[in-house]
């Protein structure tokens, strides 16, 4: 079974940049998109990049202008560019891939920004 493993979580100081990382364990047919969201304490879980199989991207207002998700095709992988963190940006991040079949989500990668 197809898992999806993220990684680049950490601790960081605001202003800081961090790349998280999605990376799938076998192939999954069909990617109508892949998304990192996040969940803060207390909080639900809400969208913040999508990436659609054309290619074209989406962003929560909260981090345009900041965050970057691009994937590598070739190595099954996708990204999530982190710059100028804010206290605000502490959450866990979860990847996310809308297959043909099924989705599947990461166990997620912790981020933490300090002021």
């Known amino acids: 079974q197809v898992q999806l493993v993220e990684s680049g979580g950490g601790l960081v100081q605001a202003g800081g940049s961090l790349r998280l990382s999605c990376a799938a364990s076998g192939t999954i047919f069909g990617i109508k998109a892949t998304c990192w969201y996040r969940q803060a304490p207390g909080k639900q879980r809400d969208l913040v990049a999508r990436i659609s199989k054309s290619g074209s991207t989406n962003y929560a207002d909260s981090v345009k202008g900041r965050f970057t998700i691009s994937r590598d095709n070739a190595k099954n992988t996708v990204y999530l560019q982190m710059n100028n963190l804010k206290p605000e940006d502490t959450a866990v991040y979860y990847c996310?891939?809308?297959?043909?079949?099924?989705?599947?989500w990461g166990q997620g990668t912790r981020v933490t920004v300090s002021s």
């Open positions: 996310y891939v809308d297959g043909q079949f099924r989705d599947y």
